[in-house]
């Protein structure tokens, strides 16, 4: 008599899609590989508003971003609201030894309080916004990104994830026209929003006198800069400066940086993205700074 292997089989082929589901969920969040459209755009609510939030009050949500921040000393947890299979993808076994309480809930829960088009993968974290720093505490830090009024949060937590992966100091942008900490800039930053200082500031001119006195040498990146990137480089501290797409920088920020410079691309396409721009001088500006260490 021949043994029935087709309930062996199938628990394997259940383990499998699922160990590609998790891989590929990782990858997504990491922004490797692009989500599906179905996924982007999923069911829109058209009765759907958004929940009044407090002042000190942030949601964070998709398992990378949360388990960054339930891993980050310095950030206030609030509750943590997550179905059963993102608990256990979190890594989470044990509840009630959390300081803060957890909801079990469905993901139709979580679309109450985010909307219908966030892609939060079954979790949802309440908070406290991060402490705030100042400028002064950056004089160690070689290497800082400035953003000139880039308004759109996707594109500032993705020039933050590379600000991560390149090692800066700090992200700082001015308190007006540009993204405040929400649910959708620490996602679209994938972890990054918990390891890189995020500074706003009232006056860039005013915050740029202030770190050429801490010894930082200001590039603004320009598309008519007089001269490639590669060739400003100045000093062993770098502050690198970009302009929001279409306007680019401003002419008191233009008349404020030590040196205007740009990207000299030999192709076709003489203008990149933000953030691709972004990684490109902070790839050349470590270039420099690593050469020029004693």
Do not use: C
């Not at 891989?23 to 958004?50: F, L």
């Not at 949500?61 to 608990?87: C, E, F, M, W």
């Not at 690198?240 to 279409?246: F, K, Q």
């Amino acid at each position: 008599m021949s043994k029935d292997t087709s309930k062996d089989k199938s628990g394997r082929d259940s383990h499998y899609a699922t160990l590609r589901r998790q891989v590929r969920d990782a990858k997504r969040e990491r922004g490797e590989i692009p989500t599906p459209e179905t996924q982007r755009r999923r069911k829109s609510n058209a009765d759907w508003t958004p929940p009044p939030l407090a002042p000190e009050q942030v949601y964070l949500y998709g398992l990378h971003t949360v388990r960054a921040a339930l891993d980050n000393p310095a950030r206030k947890l609030i509750k943590l609201s997550a179905t059963q299979n993102a608990l256990a993808r979190l890594e989470i076994e044990n509840i009630h030894s959390l300081p803060f309480p957890v909801d079990i809930v469905s993901p139709q829960d979580i679309d109450k309080v985010l909307g219908p088009e966030a892609i939060h993968q079954g979790v949802m974290l309440e908070t406290r916004p991060l402490p705030l720093r100042r400028l002064e505490a950056l004089k160690e830090s070689p290497l800082l990104l400035v953003l000139d009024q880039i308004t759109d949060p996707h594109n500032v937590g993705a020039i933050m994830r590379t600000a991560v992966a390149f090692g800066a100091g700090a992200v700082i942008t001015t308190m007006r026209h540009s993204p405040t900490e929400s649910g959708v800039l620490a996602k679209s930053a994938s972890g990054a929003l918990e390891l890189i200082p995020y500074i706003q500031i009232t006056n860039l001119s005013d915050a740029l006198g202030e770190l050429h006195k801490l010894g930082f040498f200001s590039i603004g990146l320009d598309s008519e800069g007089p001269q490639p990137l590669e060739g400003t480089f100045s000093g062993e501290k770098i502050a690198l400066v970009l302009g929001s797409e279409g306007k680019g920088l401003r002419q008191k920020t233009r008349e404020t940086v030590n040196a205007l410079a740009r990207l000299d691309m030999p192709g076709a396409i003489k203008s990149l993205n933000v953030s691709n721009a972004a990684a490109i001088a902070l790839y050349a500006s470590r270039q420099h700074l690593l050469s020029h260490i004693p």
